[in-house]
């Protein structure tokens, strides 16, 4: 279980950064909403789900028939990430694109997360019995569990962001200013 927290964290950095670097400080997105609202309303989808996996999943095992709801969260956000790549070439032509460094990045988070899902799904499979490890009796340091803690705060945070931005709200655009052009 503690390998599997460690990729997630990993997978968690890299979409901070990601977001922080790329959505943010180089494209501005929350400050064009007419014409990133879509791209930004994935975000905010994808944002949510992350956030939700990473506030439990370090902490407590999701056994039984709430498996299958997390299967589901993990599935849906396949969906979007797939979405969002269509969607991005689509939205950004006025940025001339993606930039290729964010490619490159989508590409490392692509890898991570596809590690993180062969360490996880084992333990999906033992949870949908019923069983399998818990992370409070896996020996997870407590700092890894309070670093997930934080990504996912800060996820659901940026989805909310990310979520008013998309509709338009002004004030979720700061500190950019909107772009109505």
Do not use: K, N
């Not at 945070?157 to 979720?172: I, K, M, N, Q």
Request: proline share 7%; net charge neutral; aromatic share 10%.
């Amino acid at each position: 279980m503690t390998t599997v927290l460690w990729l997630l964290a990993a997978q968690g950095a890299l979409g901070a950064c990601d977001t922080l670097y790329y959505h943010e400080w180089r494209a501005r997105l929350p400050g064009r909403p007419d014409e990133m609202g879509p791209e930004l309303a994935l975000h905010a989808a994808r944002s949510v789900i992350y956030g939700v996996v990473f506030c439990t999943v370090p902490w407590a095992a999701w056994t039984g028939p709430s498996t299958v709801l997390l299967i589901g969260l993990l599935g849906a956000e396949a969906v979007i990430t797939f979405a969002d790549f269509v969607v991005e070439d689509r939205v950004r032509t006025s940025l001339g694109g993606v930039f290729p460094g964010e490619r490159i990045m989508h590409g490392i988070m692509a890898v991570v997360y596809g590690a993180f899902m062969a360490y996880f799904v084992p333990v999906l499979g033992r949870w949908l019995a019923g069983g399998g490890p818990s992370p409070s009796s896996s020996g997870v340091p407590a700092v890894l569990q309070a670093g997930l803690t934080a990504l996912g705060v800060g996820s659901l945070l940026s989805g909310l962001r990310d979520a008013f931005a998309a509709v338009g709200v002004r004030p979720a655009a700061w500190p950019w200013s909107v772009d109505r052009s």
